[in-house]
């Protein structure tokens, strides 16, 4: 019964063994980019450029300040969602408690736990494993 417990706090304490990667929304990403130090004192040489008759080129330079901040927050999605797509799907495997092999989930597996790896498996190749095989 203790056993159990233990057990039981364990699973509570490490939780399932999933990588999630959230992925923030456009709007945050793209607030992030434009308030970060450098580009907030690249907007600040603008509306000086502005207030100093020197509109055009500082128009030019907003819309360009404007599309790179576009730009890398689209990269960077784009890259969550790639890194989101490697993680492993959940699969069977056997693991020795309590002086016996028994078949879990790999999204199961805590630590200290003793797993057979069975020889000869590969995992399903992502896109970006096919890419970098290329």
Request: aromatic fraction near 14%; charge should be negative; avoid cysteine.
């Given at each position: 019964?203790?056993?159990?417990?233990?057990?039981?706090?364990?699973?509570?304490?490490?939780?399932?063994?999933?990588?999630?990667?959230?992925?923030?929304?456009?709007?945050?990403?793209?607030?992030?980019?434009?308030?970060?130090?450098?580009?907030?004192?690249?907007?600040?040489?603008?509306?000086?450029?502005?207030?100093?008759?020197?509109?055009?080129?500082?128009?030019?330079?907003?819309?360009?300040?404007?599309?790179?901040?576009?730009?890398i927050s689209v990269q960077r999605i784009k890259t969550l969602?790639?890194?989101?797509?490697?993680?492993?799907?959940?699969?069977?495997?056997?693991?020795?408690?309590?002086?016996?092999?028994?078949?879990?989930s790999s999204y199961e597996l805590l630590p200290g736990d003793?797993?057979?790896?069975?020889?000869?498996?590969?995992?399903?190749?992502?896109?970006?494993?096919?890419?970098?095989?290329?």
């Amino acid at each position: 019964m203790i056993e159990s417990l233990v057990k039981k706090d364990e699973q509570e304490f490490y939780d399932n063994n999933i990588l999630m990667i959230p992925i923030r929304p456009f709007g945050s990403i793209f607030r992030d980019q434009v308030i970060d130090p450098f580009a907030f004192f690249q907007l600040f040489s603008v509306f000086l450029w502005m207030m100093d008759d020197n509109r055009v080129f500082s128009l030019i330079i907003l819309v360009m300040l404007v599309g790179s901040a576009y730009a890398i927050s689209v990269q960077r999605i784009k890259t969550l969602v790639g890194y989101r797509s490697m993680t492993l799907a959940p699969h069977q495997t056997h693991v020795f408690k309590e002086g016996q092999w028994i078949v879990k989930s790999s999204y199961e597996l805590l630590p200290g736990d003793i797993v057979a790896i069975q020889p000869g498996y590969q995992h399903k190749k992502s896109v970006f494993d096919m890419m970098s095989d290329a």
